[in-house]
C-alpha cells in the first residue's frame, strides 16, 4: 500500500505519462503483426519500400541505443526493442518476396549483429550515438515519404496495411506527451512530431487507393 501511495505522489501528469507509455507499448506489441500478415496472405511485397524499411530499421536501432545508453526509463522507450523484432520479420518476408536475400543482405546482417552486440555491452561509443540521433528524424522521415510515394507511384495499396499505419500514427502521438513530461528531450519530441504527420499522411493513402482498388474490383 505504500508503494502504491508513494507512486500516486508522482502527480497526475507523470502517472497519464506512465499510462500512455503502457498504451504505446500495448500497441507496439501488434502494431506490424497486419502488415507481416497481409504480406504473408498475398506472398507479395508489391507496394512496399525497400529502402524505406532499411531506413525505418537504422532509424529504430539508433534510437534504442541512444535511449538505453542515455539510462532513461525503460518504459519510456520499450517499444522500440519490440518494433525491432517484428520489423525483422518484416524486412524478411519483403526480401523475400523481392528475391533479395542473397549474399551482400546476410553479411549486412551479420554486421549489424555485431554492432548491436557492441550497444548492449555498452562497448559501443555515446557520442557516436549522440552524433547519430539527429539524424534519425530526417531518416525516420525519408523511410516514411518513400513509402508513400511508392505508393503514390505505383497507385497499389494491396500489400499495405491500414492497421499498421494507424498504429504508427496513434503511438508516436502519445510519445510527444510521454517525452514532453518525462525527458523534455527536444531531439525525440521532434521526431515523433514529424513522424506522426507521415504516418497519419501514409495511413490516408493507403485508405484512398484501397478504397479504389475496391471500386474497381
Not at 29 to 48: D, F, H, Y
Not at 96 to 117: E, K, M, N, P, W
Request: proline share 2%; net charge positive.
Amino acid at each position: 500500500m505504500e508503494a502504491i501511495s508513494n507512486y500516486f505522489e508522482k502527480g497526475l501528469v507523470l502517472i497519464i505519462a506512465d499510462l500512455l507509455s503502457l498504451i504505446t507499448v500495448s500497441s507496439c506489441l501488434v502494431i506490424k503483426v497486419p502488415q507481416i500478415n497481409t504480406l504473408r496472405a498475398n506472398k507479395s511485397s508489391q507496394g512496399i519500400s525497400v529502402i524505406g524499411l532499411c531506413l525505418e530499421l537504422f532509424s529504430y536501432t539508433v534510437m534504442m541505443s541512444y535511449n538505453y545508453s542515455s539510462g532513461y526509463e525503460f518504459l519510456s522507450y520499450m517499444e522500440y526493442p519490440i518494433l525491432l523484432i517484428q520489423e525483422y520479420a518484416l524486412i524478411y518476408y519483403t526480401f523475400l518476396y523481392q528475391d533479395l536475400l542473397g549474399l551482400r543482405t546476410q553479411l549486412i546482417t551479420v554486421l549489424y549483429a555485431i554492432v548491436a552486440a557492441l550497444i548492449y555491452f555498452k562497448l559501443f561509443p555515446i557520442l557516436l550515438l549522440k552524433f547519430l540521433v539527429p539524424f534519425c528524424t530526417p531518416i525516420g522521415a525519408t523511410s516514411k515519404i518513400l513509402q508513400l510515394l511508392q505508393i503514390l507511384r505505383t497507385k497499389d495499396a494491396s500489400s499495405v496495411s491500414r492497421t499498421t499505419w494507424a498504429l504508427s500514427a496513434f503511438t508516436n502521438f502519445t510519445r510527444i506527451y510521454t517525452v514532453f513530461v518525462q525527458s523534455n528531450d527536444l531531439m525525440l519530441l521532434s521526431n515523433f512530431l514529424i513522424s506522426t504527420f507521415l504516418s497519419s499522411s501514409v495511413f490516408a493513402a493507403a485508405c484512398v487507393y484501397k478504397s479504389k482498388q475496391v471500386k474497381a474490383d
